[in-house]
């Protein structure tokens, strides 16, 4: 068991080393920043698609700014507070994790609680930022903002956290895809429309899917650690097929929320289907093992970028249309 209340460690006997800016980046993880900002763009479009919203308009751009610094924010704490609690319950070791970089408190004998300082930080200054989400839009962004955090440390922390359940990916994916999108519609438009959940949906499983890519890669590990993750309670068959199915499901609810909903912009669909193939088929190819983990995250990352761009672009072109 590591500690938390020495400058020395004692697992290793080593002092601990001070936090630098660069290995806050590296907890920070900016490689998972995609599944934070493409919820904010994804509702500037669906503001400007459905209200006429003018994004260009300097208020309204000052907001959008301020929306996508705090899902950046808030990101960056959850990726720091995972590491955190990771170390602290032991289950990143030296011998699990081949990439220092996700597991930087492991690799690095940095003092966890200057780590979960940082994160504290981060999330004090994403409500900071938020005060002017608030006083523009009322209460329903505090609310949104409150529920994240809670889920921040209940995904990682306490006795049985959500991250060793098996609705960890379901769990993510509507608190950033959904959440996030429904609470930056708000913002930009002032008004209140349950029905951004649905048209968030493939951003929900966009980042749904970069959870269980983490899942399904670190499953043998998971099982030692006795941690119920979906993919340990499918096993590898079946874990690759729900994965799977999730990359088609997430491209088809592209296409039908497109042309039920903002039919102007199917023109943009085609080059979508062209442009993500070979992404896909990549992504379909990889084995979700520990040595292909590295590969797995790029190719994970890059769909969700491109399919998010091409997404926010359909909504778009339906605004101008």
Request: with cysteine; aromatic share 10%; net charge neutral.
């Amino acid at each position: 068991m590591h500690t938390t209340s020495h400058t020395t460690n004692l697992h290793t006997g080593r002092k601990f080393q001070r936090l630098s800016p660069k290995l806050m980046m590296q907890l920070a993880a900016p490689h998972t920043w995609p599944a934070s900002i493409f919820p904010v763009l994804l509702a500037v479009a669906l503001a400007a698609a459905t209200t006429g919203i003018d994004a260009s308009d300097l208020q309204c751009g000052l907001f959008i700014c301020i929306l996508l610094a705090i899902s950046v924010l808030f990101q960056s704490a959850v990726n720091t507070i995972n590491d955190y609690f990771d170390y602290v319950k032991g289950t990143d070791t030296v011998e699990n994790q081949d990439d220092p970089t996700d597991a930087v408190l492991v690799y690095n004998n940095v003092n966890p609680r200057h780590a979960l300082a940082f994160a504290i930080a981060l999330i004090l200054c994403a409500f900071a930022l938020g005060v002017f989400c608030i006083l523009r839009a009322g209460w329903i962004p505090l609310v949104v903002a409150v529920v994240g955090v809670v889920i921040v440390f209940l995904y990682s922390g306490g006795r049985t956290p959500i991250s060793y359940l098996p609705i960890g990916e379901l769990v993510s994916g509507f608190t950033m895809g959904g959440l996030i999108t429904l609470a930056s519609y708000q913002v930009i438009t002032l008004n209140f429309e349950w029905l951004v959940l649905l048209w968030a949906l493939p951003e929900i499983l966009g980042i749904a899917l970069i959870m269980m890519t983490n899942n399904g890669c670190d499953r043998a590990k998971d099982d030692q650690a006795h941690r119920r993750t979906l993919p340990v309670l499918l096993g590898y068959e079946r874990t690759r097929k729900v994965y799977h199915g999730i990359i088609y499901a997430w491209m088809v609810a592209i296409c039908a929320l497109v042309l039920l909903f903002f039919p102007k912009g199917w023109v943009v669909l085609p080059f979508m289907l062209l442009a993500v193939h070979p992404l896909g088929r990549a992504l379909l190819a990889n084995p979700l093992n520990p040595k292909s983990r590295g590969a797995a995250f790029a190719q994970c990352t890059s769909l969700n970028v491109a399919l998010g761009a091409f997404y926010a672009a359909a909504v778009f072109a339906s605004a101008v249309g």
